[in-house]
DNA sequence: TCTGCATAAG
DNA sequence: TTCACACAGTCTT
DNA sequence: GACTGTGTGTCTCTTATGCAGAAT
């Protein structure tokens, strides 16, 4: 599942000559003044519980009839346990289990933990000291507590825990290890872990976003845009299933090393309805990513005609550019040439047309104006070297890569990426819409966003726009905006130092292009003292342009807006 | 006895 | 078990 | 220079704690 993560409170560091300041954020500085939470400081008794009922009320209102009929029955029987029985389950269901020493369990808030396990025991959410894998319950025990219930031989008593674990599994079968657990310990294991993820999956519509979310936002750490939720995900039974089978490949095609003979019935099933064309959004694009990861895998293994029906399923890049080169080391000129044609006819993206541009064209294409540099050794990091090295005469910079420009574009377009425009936030907690990355973001929103930049179209209205958005959604949580980098450079300062015409120009392009330019993005921004400003990309000894960043250089380029590469070279 | 790591917690 | 980037090794020109 | 494979940082936030393993 992809992790789309804004780069909350990443270090920056503005760079003077005068002066390193070193913005480290701090958490400290929360956004939100009074928060129901305080570190350190016990929760309200309710607190977990009542977040998972409203969590599993959720999921039971819009799931009800198509997750499955067991995974239903869970979510009733928690919602019509006892209090103390639901706040133990929602103290479990943060914790990693699935198993649990009873000895662990001591909550506040829980007033008879014998009678909440029985409950839960008896509605079947989990189990009291069952019969377990052998590793999981061995792991929850200490090294002292091993050696204790086990007679482990005293040369291994002083090895690692993982070698005694490894020598109990190697001479006892699971069921007896069980059995001499119970004799000395209890513990409570969760009956189906399974369904407690897919309930954290079909919340958050992704396995990224976890139930310390809700801390978090509760600590005052950060906010979430009201959005109303006009449409779900996975409206049947039948979508869900087959997402999920889709799911379930996708983790197999990361196990390829352990499992290789799977490859072929992998192949076969992910190619064969050649429906690939046919599937749905997420499925589809999942298909697609497990299908390049499959044939990816295959020309690793040297299977190459594996890998190029593989990647002939595929249309997005770099499906084409591999079977360019597949063919090439083939010898199959023509076939190659062929598709670099078809390329070049109709690219699907900046690096793919790029390809097809220098394929066998050493220095071929666009080249950027570079700058090398000097140097005896490699600096720690090459990029505040060179940060240092163009501001001996004053002015500032910083190292922020793609995060400078995203998040002033995701401030400039903060009103269009909360658009509750169908099919964008079908969840709570969501830091920005379904479709942010995907290819046609742009177009489902098009009119909106010609609005909004004829509206700005003044330099004074620009500015103010962006300064108003910046103070009105301070802290709240946007993909796009990284907050802890405004922290250190204020958007003031970053309006005084960029030209209107350039912020303009990069922003307007980059909501056009969210998909392929969201990386690639120099790694310097410099204002010199002049109030001159730069985009600059660090080139260490043993590294190169990335393609991607080759295409960002062919923009600035058509933009005018001034931008090199500065390359690192070892005297001899 | 010290130190780094995993886990739990808010 | 993700992504974006840098680094290092190998081959080519 | 081009290409490929691999490593690294991010444990979305910070702190407390107990354990494991190493140092003394
Ligand atoms: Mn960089
Ligand atoms: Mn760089």
């Known amino acids: 599942m992809a992790r789309e993560w804004t780069n909350f409170f990443a270090f920056f560091c503005k760079l003077t000559v005068q002066s390193l300041i070193l913005c480290a954020v701090t958490c400290g500085n929360s956004f939100v003044t009074d928060s129901i939470l305080t570190p350190q400081t016990p929760a309200p008794a309710d607190y977990y519980q009542n977040n998972f009922c409203s969590v599993f009320e959720f999921v039971l209102g819009r799931f009800k009839g198509i997750a499955s009929d067991q995974l239903t029955k869970d979510l009733k029987s928690y919602l019509d346990a006892s209090g103390d029985s639901q706040r133990l389950f929602a103290r479990l269901l943060t914790r990693k289990g699935p198993t649990f020493l009873i000895s662990s369990l001591a909550y506040a808030e829980i007033a008879e933990l014998d009678v909440a396990i029985e409950e839960l025991s008896a509605l079947d959410l989990l189990q009291y000291s069952p019969g377990v894998p052998a590793d999981q319950i061995l792991a929850v025990l200490t090294k002292a507590q091993l050696i204790d219930y086990f007679s482990v031989p005293s040369a291994l008593t002083k090895s690692s825990k993982v070698a005694i674990i490894e020598h109990l599994l190697s001479h006892n079968s699971d069921l007896q290890i069980c059995h001499r657990c119970q004799q000395r310990t209890r ?32 600590l005052g750490l950060l906010a979430y845009e009201t959005v109303a939720l006009q449409s779900q995900q996975f409206a049947t039974r039948q979508i869900l299933d087959a997402y999920l089978e889709e799911k379930e490949y996708a983790n197999l095609i990361y196990r390829l090393d352990e499992f290789p003979n799977l490859a072929e019935p992998l192949l076969a099933v992910l190619v064969g309805d050649h429906q690939t064309a046919g599937l749905l959004g997420q ?3 999942l298909r697609q990513r497990s299908l390049l990861r499959l044939a990816k895998w295959a020309e690793r293994e040297k299977r190459l005609d594996y890998a190029l029906v593989a990647y002939a399923c595929v249309d997005t890049p770099p499906a084409r550019e591999r079977r360019v080169r597949i063919l090439t080391k083939a010898n199959n000129i023509h076939e190659a040439n062929r598709l670099l044609a078809e390329i070049e006819q109709s690219p699907r993206s900046a690096t793919e047309r790029l390809f097809a541009e220098r394929f066998g064209k050493r220095g071929g294409g666009y ?86 930049e004829a509206s700005l179209s003044l ?50 392009f980059l909501i056009r292009n969210l998909t392929e330019y969201r990386r690639g993005f120099p790694d310097l921004f410099i204002c010199y003292a002049t109030g001159a400003v730069e985009f600059v990309e660090v080139k260490g000894p043993s590294d190169q342009l990335q393609p991607q960043q080759r295409a960002w250089f062919e923009e600035f380029n058509r933009m005018e807006v001034p931008a090199r590469v500065v390359k690192l070279q070892l005297t001899k």
């Open 187 to 218: 513990w409570l294991t969760i009956t189906a872990p399974d369904h407690w993820r897919l309930v954290n999956f079909l919340y958050f519509g992704n396995s990224g976003q976890d139930w310390s979310t809700f801390v978090r936002r509760d």
């Open 283 to 285: 499925r589809q694009r």
């Open 367 to 452: 080249q950027p104006p570079t700058t090398t540099i000097e140097i005896d050794e490699t600096p720690e990091s090459v990029e505040d070297y060179v940060l240092l090295e163009l501001i001996q005469d004053g002015g500032w910079g910083v190292h922020s890569e793609n995060l400078m420009l995203k998040t002033l574009t995701g401030l400039i377009y903060w009103p269009i990426c909360f658009a509750p425009i169908p099919g964008a936030f079908t969840n709570p907690f969501q830091s920005g819409p379904q479709d942010l990355y995907a290819a046609d973001f742009f177009t489902h929103r098009k009119e909106a966003i010609e609005d909004l």
């Open 459 to 508: 330099e004074a209205d620009f500015f103010a726009h962006i300064t108003q958005i910046a103070n009105a959604k301070r802290g709240i949580a946007n993909r796009l905006v990284s907050w802890g980098l405004l922290e250190s450079i204020p958007v003031d300062e970053w309006l005084s130092a960029i030209p209107f015409a350039q912020l303009q120009q990069l922003s307007q």
